[in-house]
């Protein structure tokens, strides 16, 4: 079966191996009510785990409603479909909702980075709900009826969606590539581990807030690539820029693509394999910080004045601590070879919610 529980411990779509598609949706939340936040959090709930268990909303043949369901997935699978909510900062702000006195003390807005330019239009929000499936058409589904259930309650602020290469094109299973052809999440922490999940990927009761417990903090980047410059470099200068090869992914100065990144073994034949400023050099670091990065390539048509594509990185990381990125990020805009052909455009943080259980609805303990 191709279906991911909804229900559990922690919410699907951070653990759960990349789905060839996503799609984010931030809403702003329109009611200044209590009771009818929590609602259609319930609503949501229901809906999402019918959904991920490819199960229609409901009824279509009343003679005096519109169906539940608007069907176009109608007899589709549930394509490995997941949905994984999150709060912004501005949920709690100005007390709405009788929860300020429970907002985690690291979500608060990002600082800004240099080089940053970011736009409104793709920053922000309220409540975050990430989408991923195999299928667009599941996607497109999940989208149209929560913002379907959610109207009068909550509005749409910015909706962006991202692709990888599908699984079924690559029988390999082999790490996906990025627009500028190198592979992508290479160096991601190893998450079988317990321990490395406890420390790096998950929000602790004892950091603070106890109702984010199992829960994770999610930061979006959306960072344009500019393809026509990259693609007027040379494949050398291109590695030195990553660090990595781009045939097989490896690490300069090693060939395995897993080899272990070593700041100290850097020079090879007295020359530098791996440039101190190349990208993941600077990322890396000392490797104490980690996150979960679960990114996709996005595209969206062309630039009126220039006549290039828009196209880039939807940047996703799940983090314990807002701090992990906020540290690699504030590195990689000092030093990183890549800000040459890269720009920030959108940018945005979440409190995602532990897993729900069946019977509570999502974000239950933040309302309890
Ligand atoms: C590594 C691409 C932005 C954090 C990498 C790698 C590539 C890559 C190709 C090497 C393979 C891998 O380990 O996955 C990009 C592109 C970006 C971008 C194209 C922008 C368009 C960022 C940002 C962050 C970040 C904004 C976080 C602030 C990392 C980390 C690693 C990494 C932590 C692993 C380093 C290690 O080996 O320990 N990235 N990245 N990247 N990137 Fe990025």
Redesign the pocket.
């Given at each position: 079966t191709d279906q991911v529980p909804f229900y559990g411990t922690y919410q699907a779509g951070i653990l759960t191996p990349v789905q060839n598609h996503i799609q984010l949706v931030a809403f702003d939340v329109q009611t200044d009510r209590r009771d009818e936040l929590i609602d259609l959090l319930r609503r949501w709930t229901r809906a999402c785990a019918r959904l991920a268990a490819s199960l229609s909303l409901g009824e279509s043949d009343s003679q005096y409603v519109p169906p539940e369901d608007t069907g176009e997935a109608e007899g589709l699978s549930a394509s490995h479909l997941t949905f994984t909510f999150g709060c912004g900062a501005s949920l709690f702000a100005g007390d709405r909702f009788g929860i300020a006195h429970k907002r985690p003390a690291a979500l608060r807005d990002l600082p800004t980075f240099d080089l940053d330019q970011l736009d409104d239009k793709w920053s922000g929000g309220d409540l975050i709900v990430q989408i991923c499936a195999d299928d667009q058409q599941v996607v497109f589904h999940a989208l149209r009826n929560l913002t379907r259930i959610g109207r009068g309650i909550v509005k749409i602020r910015w909706t962006q969606a991202g692709f990888q290469r599908s699984k079924a094109a690559d029988a390999t299973g082999g790490?996906p590539?990025?627009?500028?052809g190198?592979?992508?999440?290479?160096?991601?922490p190893d998450l079988t581990k317990d321990k490395v999940r406890n420390k790096h990927l998950f929000y602790q009761w004892q950091d603070g807030s106890p109702w984010l417990t199992n829960g994770t903090f999610l930061?979006v980047?959306r960072?344009?690539?500019h393809l026509e410059v990259w693609d007027r470099t040379i494949l050398k200068e291109q590695e030195r820029t990553?660090?990595?090869e781009r045939a097989s992914?490896a690490?300069l100065g090693s060939t395995n693509e897993f080899a272990?990144?070593t700041p100290d073994q850097r020079t090879l034949h007295g020359e530098t394999q791996l440039p101190a400023d190349s990208?993941?050099?600077v990322?890396?670091?000392t490797?104490k910080?980690?996150?979960l990065?679960r990114?996709y390539s996005y595209q969206a048509g062309v630039n009126e004045t220039t006549g290039a594509l828009d196209a880039?990185?939807l940047?996703v990381?799940f983090q314990r601590s807002p701090d992990q990125?906020?540290t690699?990020?504030k590195?990689?805009a000092a030093s990183?070879r890549?800000n040459e052909?890269?720009t920030?455009r959108g940018s945005a943080l979440f409190a995602c919610f532990g897993g729900i259980q069946k019977g509570g609805y999502i974000g239950d303990a933040l309302f309890a």
């Amino acid at each position: 079966t191709d279906q991911v529980p909804f229900y559990g411990t922690y919410q699907a779509g951070i653990l759960t191996p990349v789905q060839n598609h996503i799609q984010l949706v931030a809403f702003d939340v329109q009611t200044d009510r209590r009771d009818e936040l929590i609602d259609l959090l319930r609503r949501w709930t229901r809906a999402c785990a019918r959904l991920a268990a490819s199960l229609s909303l409901g009824e279509s043949d009343s003679q005096y409603v519109p169906p539940e369901d608007t069907g176009e997935a109608e007899g589709l699978s549930a394509s490995h479909l997941t949905f994984t909510f999150g709060c912004g900062a501005s949920l709690f702000a100005g007390d709405r909702f009788g929860i300020a006195h429970k907002r985690p003390a690291a979500l608060r807005d990002l600082p800004t980075f240099d080089l940053d330019q970011l736009d409104d239009k793709w920053s922000g929000g309220d409540l975050i709900v990430q989408i991923c499936a195999d299928d667009q058409q599941v996607v497109f589904h999940a989208l149209r009826n929560l913002t379907r259930i959610g109207r009068g309650i909550v509005k749409i602020r910015w909706t962006q969606a991202g692709f990888q290469r599908s699984k079924a094109a690559d029988a390999t299973g082999g790490t996906p590539r990025n627009l500028f052809g190198f592979k992508d999440g290479t160096g991601n922490p190893d998450l079988t581990k317990d321990k490395v999940r406890n420390k790096h990927l998950f929000y602790q009761w004892q950091d603070g807030s106890p109702w984010l417990t199992n829960g994770t903090f999610l930061v979006v980047r959306r960072i344009q690539m500019h393809l026509e410059v990259w693609d007027r470099t040379i494949l050398k200068e291109q590695e030195r820029t990553f660090g990595r090869e781009r045939a097989s992914g490896a690490p300069l100065g090693s060939t395995n693509e897993f080899a272990s990144v070593t700041p100290d073994q850097r020079t090879l034949h007295g020359e530098t394999q791996l440039p101190a400023d190349s990208h993941t050099a600077v990322a890396h670091g000392t490797s104490k910080e980690q996150l979960l990065r679960r990114s996709y390539s996005y595209q969206a048509g062309v630039n009126e004045t220039t006549g290039a594509l828009d196209a880039g990185l939807l940047f996703v990381s799940f983090q314990r601590s807002p701090d992990q990125f906020i540290t690699i990020q504030k590195r990689l805009a000092a030093s990183d070879r890549l800000n040459e052909y890269i720009t920030h455009r959108g940018s945005a943080l979440f409190a995602c919610f532990g897993g729900i259980q069946k019977g509570g609805y999502i974000g239950d303990a933040l309302f309890a």
